[in-house]
């Protein structure tokens, strides 16, 4: 089993920022990828971003240059700094992180959401 805790999430004004962490555990013996989705209400989830072991990272066009991934390998956290929030930033974001458990079995497991809302 492997518990993803998402944490960091609130309310700000546009221009503000929200710093996410989504943290690890439980049965792994190594992490692959680990990425960041959201979902605003009446919308499909999409990919805010993502990170390899290697630390290649990858951008939603609509977060270049205001958003920044990165993660601490160490700790099996993935970290989104969130700056220059626009109330279009507005949904639930989900933490998923794909990585390999005991007996080399792949799992893709998806956190709990944190809301994050930016009013204008």
């Known amino acids: 089993q492997v518990q993803l805790v998402e944490s960091g999430g609130g309310l700000v004004q546009a221009g503000g920022s929200l710093r996410l962490s989504c943290a690890a555990s439980g049965s792994i013996l190594s992490i692959n990828v680990m990425g960041w989705y959201r979902q605003a209400p009446g919308k499909q989830r999409e990919l805010v971003a993502d990170?390899?072991?290697?630390?290649?990272?990858n951008h939603a066009d609509s977060v270049k240059g205001r958003f920044t991934i990165s993660r601490d390998n160490n700790k099996n956290t993935v970290y989104l700094q969130m700056n220059s929030l626009k109330p279009e930033d507005t949904a639930v974001y989900y933490c998923n992180v794909q990585g390999t458990a005991p007996w080399y079995r792949p799992f893709n497991y998806w956190g709990q959401g944190t809301q994050v809302t930016v009013s204008s």
């Open positions: 990170i390899t072991s290697g630390g290649n990272t």
